[in-house]
Every structure is written in C-alpha cells, then in structure tokens.
C-alpha cells in the first residue's frame, strides 16, 4: 500500500496536511496550529505610478493581520501643496474604507478591505506611518 502525503496551502496560510491512500481517500492527519502562521494582508499593484513612498508605507500596512487587501488607486493632480506623505480616511464602504494619500500636488485613492472599525485603521496608519520611524532632532 503505497501512501503519499500531500501539503496544502489554503487561503490565509492554513496549513492542513492529508493522507492520500490507494482507495483515493482523502483523510485529514493533522491541522496545525493557525497562531503560529501569519497572515499578512496582500497590496494589490496594478498601477505604474504612485506617490513617492506610498507603497513602502501600504506594505507595512498589509503586513498588519486586521488587513486583508490594499489596492492603490490612479495618480491625479490637485490644487494643494502639503510637503509630507498624508493618508486619511474618508469614505466607509462596504468591504472597508478608502482612504486618500496626499504629497504635493499629488493624490492617490486608496482602497482598504478590512472588518476593523475607523479608529482602529487611524491607530495602523499612526503606527505604520514614516513619520513614527524618524529620529527626533536633538536624540
């Protein structure tokens, strides 16, 4: 009796592993421990252009486990002039939030898919910000 065991990814990185018999049985030997995984958020990137740094601060964001998927939407041009890279919130929808990325004269739609309530996605963007990662002057 020949066996094979096989090794499966499904969605969210749960490992299960199977037993394959000759009688074409499929028997669940063991399902590890999901706490161990981590699931990371995907970044969509189907656009060439983007603001200078978004896409750094979307993978940190994605890495979080709340975030399931950021997709950057298309560049366009506005009447501002803000110096520094500013993602805010301002849209509910109904997979999660969209979110608009301000530099210069640049702004850029984001699209958050995630089941987290408001504060908790300003709490990410807080905590993932570039401005959080820079020295303090005088340390």
Known sequence: MKIITLIIFLDYNLLNRFE?????EIKAI????????KTMGR???????HIEGLIKWLKKMASRNEIKTVTPGPLSKTNGRGEKLVLKITV?????YKLLARKGKLVQEVFLVT???ENEIKE?????????FRKKKGS
């Open 124 to 132: 990410i963007i807080e905590a993932t910000s570039p401005k959080s």
């Open 30 to 37: 063991k399902k590890t421990d999901t706490k161990s995984l």
């Open 92 to 96: 509910k929808t109904n997979e999660g």
């Open 20 to 24: 394959w018999s000759n009688s074409r």
């Open 115 to 117: 089941s987290i309530d």
């Open 43 to 49: 970044l969509v990137q189907n656009h060439s252009t």
